[in-house]
């Protein structure tokens, strides 16, 4: 009895410290995307602040794609790997935009005079800059940010349940905001 106990707190550990560096890929790639597109809005229209469904500084569509890559991709097959690259952001790109034009009536970016785009929501064009950027991300970035988190494994597992409630109170106080009418949200119709 006392070993069956002892594999269940084991088998709860193992899923505690699995379910913190999931937390921690995210809360980075989150952040990560935040900057992509700040800087990406900088460099197309001089302003680097760009509207954020958030409140914080991240963006859960860059958070989700990587950490569902890593979860999901195979280092030895190559083009299952090229694969995913391509379609599991597009997938998220594409779920994000319908769920948030949905949800909220709004359309944070659009890509409608894009060449083959779908709903405006996604195109091929960026389809294939998310695939490239992804392929760089599990190749070089990646194997960078495990080292981070093995580097702050002991400070980040006292840590992320505070950093989850900051995500759900902001996610929170983001989905009231923009409950109350598009009377009070600026016009976020912008290509990203």
């Known amino acids: 009895?006392?070993?069956?106990?002892?594999?269940?707190?084991?088998?709860?550990?193992?899923?505690?410290?699995?379910a913190a560096s999931i937390v921690f890929y995210f809360t980075i790639y989150s952040?990560?995307?935040?900057?992509?597109?700040?800087?990406?809005?900088?460099?197309?229209?001089?302003?680097?602040?760009?509207?954020n469904f958030?409140?914080?500084?991240?963006?859960?569509?860059?958070?989700?794609?990587p950490v569902l890559l890593v979860l999901l991709s195979k280092p030895?097959?190559?083009?299952?790997?090229?694969?995913?690259?391509?379609?599991?952001p597009t997938v998220v790109e594409y779920i994000s935009g319908a769920l948030l034009q949905k949800f909220f009536r709004q359309q944070w970016w659009d890509y409608s005079g894009t060449p083959m785009q779908l709903h405006g929501h996604i195109c091929l064009p960026f389809s294939l800059c998310w695939g490239v950027l992804s392929l760089v991300c599990l190749k070089w970035i990646h194997p960078a940010v495990i080292k981070m988190y093995d580097a702050s494994e002991t400070?980040?597992?006292?840590?992320?349940?505070?950093?989850?409630?900051?995500?759900?109170?902001?996610?929170?106080?983001?989905?009231?905001?923009?409950?109350?009418?598009?009377?009070?949200?600026?016009?976020?119709?912008?290509?990203?």
Request: aromatic share 20%; charged share 15%; with cysteine.
């Open 1 to 18: 009895m006392l070993i069956s106990i002892l594999n269940g707190i084991n088998a709860q550990n193992v899923l505690f410290e699995e």
């Open 155 to 192: 400070l980040w597992n006292w840590t992320w349940p505070a950093l989850m409630l900051y995500f759900i109170a902001d996610l929170a106080l983001t989905v009231r905001k923009y409950i109350r009418g598009p009377e009070t949200i600026s016009n976020l119709d912008t290509v990203e």
């Open 31 to 51: 952040f990560f995307g935040w900057m992509l597109e700040n800087s990406y809005n900088f460099f197309t229209k001089g302003i680097f602040i760009k509207p």
């Open 76 to 88: 030895d097959s190559h083009w299952v790997l090229v694969l995913l690259c391509f379609t599991i």
């Open 54 to 65: 958030l409140y914080g500084p991240f963006k859960p569509m860059y958070g989700f794609a």
